[in-house]
């Protein structure tokens, strides 16, 4: 009789939340909304994939070594060349962000790459202030003079293979897109489930809740199992939208899939629930959520930015961030197949912090009215 | 009428200030942020683990791997075998493995082309494709210094580069300054956008309304402590830009802020369109997610607005931290000449009076 009341009750909550969810559009907004917008927003957008770079080629005289030269440039996808006879144009368009670089090729060019002569006949100026491209310009323009280098005058005595392992045109949505599933999940998970608890204890519902007789655990029982059920189909959609306009391989399976997920959907609800729980007011619990849960999961979980690149700080931190597991087992699943010890290995982990954050959040919610 | 204002605008800074939690949360973020984003935000690779097998043992792999060694790229180097390679890659342990064949440095002494294999994660694209390049331009810039030595060809000092504005290439330069920007826009749309919905929620806004102060009094009582606060953020960030990460500043502070109002005026159009739309907190917030999202990431904060596809680029002509954050870049590493700045204030003008007119017209008819 016991089980069939609490069965009863957790029934009651659970129906009381999904007719929250759908009175106020903007939680199905949070759920489905706000990821189809990452989605299409980092899938195109966040291209790392460089190509037509604005570049800029001075050169002081026409000869066949120098055009040469230019051409193998122009010819280039990275680079979109204007060609020059003027630097100080080009140092304008410099500072002024119109180009990202450009080379000088001396009068002597021809001549002293003829007589072997140690001297260095290229310039190549980057434009700093962007840093990333800067580097990238450098690797592309030092790479492209090498090639020159070793088809008109000194063949290569040494040459590199490239082999690209899981996804070899280097597509960079391949390895962005995982980072978006782990984002959608922490949009329903940690902030939509934060901003929820917190209206309660604002609106003074809780206490309401809290003087009847369903306990602790049926409450929070009655918030998780409907976000957790938003936050799944979310991630669902986000991966059927993938496939479909990104042409995301699927190589792993779909069980590994739903495992990782789980685990990753039930720290983001914890973490929801424990930042709610502490903060009480809609306004904190939505920026800590922005602080400690979403911003983490964009920035350290190394979809973007590599992870060991990263200060020893940085790093240490990065180890409690469970999107950084998530954002691991889902993109090795997608481009690499099921790799079991590897995904073992992430979920574990997730469940560990998700324990850990459970027994805070159990040590806080002690039915209290303060 | 200036003095209901005044009194709104003190009511609104102290219903900030005097909640302690929402005062932390005005202070701390932002710091938390700025260090995460400033140390985290970088595309270059550095201290992570290489994998090298090799079945060569001659004296040019030897020089290769001490070459590699060297760099800062890898901090960590294993020695593996061929059926290492695989738990390696896809355990993570390493980013990228190099292989030499048998008899590699024979053939290279021989004057016959060596080839070496690099196999990279292509799971992490971006990182992959930069190790690749660093790892290239090693072996390529080696195999032309072993030609000079052997007097083979003479062209390992063919190239010289300068790096304008940064000569070390400092990632934190080109992310901290572009944060100021951020930052402050997060915080503004956040204050702004959700003042109104929580006096909706509680009550107090109807209690606001049914005083004598006007529709337009209420909006610019609303209004001013959001510049206020994102005000004080900007120059909060600045400092610590300066101070901390000691990021040089070589444009006019006046020109700074001279912008910085103008970006913030379009940043309040944004938060008062969301607090007349918006009946929850909750609603504000998703307001927010909406117009932040699309506006930090089509702003050219981390990857550059070149590269994304063609029918995206146009729709950055109307995200005005995209223009702040160009003149703000610019003011700091550059100091860009005043056309420069002028060029892109122009549409950041008119894109402020545009939302700021427009919000204040549709927050007042909603009252009424």
Known sequence: ?370 | MLNRINTLIVKELLAVWRDKATRMVLIVPPIIQLLIFAFAATLEVSNTTLGIVNHDHGIISKRIEDKLMRTDVFSKIYHLNDSEVNDFINMEKGLVVIRFDQAFSEKVLNKKEGKVQVIVDGRKSNSAQIVEGYIAQIINQYSLEYMTHNNLHNTSNIIITRNWFNPNLENKWFIVPALIAIISLMMCIVVTGLSVAREKELGTFEQLLVSPIQPLEILIGKTVPGLIIGLAEATFLFLITILVFRIPFRGSILLFYFNLVIFLFSVLGVGLFISSLAKTQQQAILGAFIFMAPAILLSGFATPIENMPAWLQPITAFNPLRYFMFILRGLFLKDIPIAVVAANLLPLVVISILMLTGAACFFRRRLK
Not at chain 1, 101 to 108: A, C, K, P
Not at chain 1, 194 to 220: H, N, Y
Not at chain 1, 299 to 323: C, D, H, K, T, W
Not at chain 1, 343 to 370: E, H, P, Y
Request: aromatic share 12%; glycine share 6%; charged share 15%.
């Open chain 1, 1 to 370: 009789m016991e089980k069939n009341i609490i069965l009863q009750r957790l029934k009651g909550l659970v129906y009381k939340e999904i007719l929250q969810i759908f009175r106020d559009p903007s939680s199905l907004l949070i759920a489905f909304v706000l990821p189809a917008i990452f989605l299409v927003l980092c899938g195109y957008g966040l291209s790392l994939d460089i190509k037509d770079i604005k570049f800029g080629i001075v050169t002081e005289n026409t000869t066949p070594t120098t055009q040469s030269l230019v051409r193998s440039f122009i010819n280039s996808k990275y680079y979109d060349v204007s060609v020059g006879y003027d630097r100080h144009t080009f140092e304008k368009e410099l500072i002024a962000g119109k180009i990202k670089g450009f080379l000088v090729i001396s009068q002597d060019f021809s001549q002293k790459i003829k007589n072997k002569n140690n001297f260095t006949p290229i310039q190549l100026i980057t434009d700093g202030s962007d840093s990333n491209t800067a580097i990238l310009v450098q690797n592309y323009t030092q790479g492209l003079l090498y090639n020159w280098l070793g088809q008109n005058y000194a063949a290569k005595l040494i040459s590199v293979e490239p082999r690209i392992w899981f996804n070899s045109e280097l597509k960079s949505s391949n390895s962005i897109i995982p980072g978006i599933i782990a984002i959608a999940m922490t949009l329903v998970g940690t902030l939509l489930t934060s901003l929820v608890v917190a209206r309660e204890w604002e609106r003074g519902t809780m206490e309401s809740l809290m003087a009847t007789p369903v306990s602790i655990v049926e409450i929070i029982l009655g918030k998780i199992i409907p976000y957790f059920i938003l936050g799944m189909i979310s991630a669902i959609l986000v991966v059927v939208a993938s496939i479909l306009m990104f042409d995301l391989p699927f190589r792993g399976s779909f069980v590994w899939l739903l495992i990782l997920s789980a685990a990753f959907m039930l720290v983001s609800l914890f973490l929801g629930l424990l930042i709610s729980t502490l903060s009480k007011n809609q306004f904190v619990a939505s920026v800590v959520s922005l602080v400690i849960a979403f911003l983490p999961t964009v920035m350290l979980s190394g979809f973007m930015f590599e992870i060991s690149s990263m200060p020893l700080v940085i790093r240490l931190i990065s180890y409690v961030i469970p999107a950084q597991y998530f954002v691991s087992g889902v993109r090795s699943l997608f481009l690499a197949g099921d790799i079991p010890e590897l995904f073992i290995l992430d979920t574990v982990k997730m469940l560990l912090f998700g324990l850990a954050v459970f027994f805070i959040i159990a040590k806080k919610t002690v039915k209290r009215l303060d």
